[in-house]
């Protein structure tokens, strides 16, 4: 029956029934507040109505009354409040054992990347049941991450990364939208959420040809010669990056900062905004030298040698790379030729 006539989509995450019961809770609280002034308002122009011989009387203030409706509201709107900031802070704060997954946003599409080092564009797979922490950003204009099904939604800004979760408790394929105007083709900026059972989920995460994000990572830092100066052995010119992730960091202006990931992705791009104390402000922008996807990997490369279960391979991924890029190009190809039908 209910399925029939859906007022919701579907409920598939653990925050769903969370958001869903404070919006059916405020459609109630409004629902019946409605009820109340329309039946007043019949009520009342009925019972003083006009009458021959019958005169209006001037009534002054009544404290109970006027004390009575504030007091009430006030009551309903703080449970709002309090049950409202419950659920946004659920929904803001990652578990801290979440999966990652790495999503950046261009005009129109969605690249995604698993810290396994598969990659997908406009689709994600998931694991059902497990908690899974997005890292986005966008590498041009304001995009939003939506699924409503999840009932989560999350802009996704150009020059820093914000985050959303979820924890699916259905297997199914789920709509995803762009939810912020973003141009021409803002409306076909959609995808699917794949949620994958735990053995099916598997099978697809080690299927790929690509290493780990974080071995593409310790690639890069290599070659562009981060290693050079940021050494793990000896003093080096630069900060030693190991152990460094989610650590408290105290800069030369004074001030102490966590070293997170926007920390991590602003050292790269702007080195000289949040300088480690005792060091030469010798590090070069690596500001257009670098794309989004290649600054993922170099923050997962150096959350990767902050904790210890998982130890850097060196598998290399520069095919993996290049097919990737050759699929953007068919996607965006592809988002071309609808438009031109
Ligand atoms: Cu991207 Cu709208």
Redesign the pocket.
Known sequence: MLNNFPLWPEQASTMAHRVDALYIFLLIVAGLMALLVCTLIIYFAARYRRRPGIRAEQIEGSNALEITWSVIPFLVFMVIFAWGAVVYFKERTPPADATEVYVV?K??MWKVEHAEGQREINELHVPVGRDVKLIMTSQDVI??FFIPAFRIKQDVLPGRYTVEWFHATKPGTYHLF?A???GTQ?SG?VGSIVVLEPAQYEAWINGGPNGPLSATGEKIFAELGCSTCHRSDVQGRGPNLEGVFGKPVQLEDGRTVTADENYLRECILDPGSKRVKGFQPIMPTFQGLVNEEQVNALVAYIKSISTLKSAPSSRTTARAASASDANEQAATHTNRSQVQQ
């Open positions: 946003a005009q129109w995009h939003s762009c912020e105007y973003c803002h900026m």
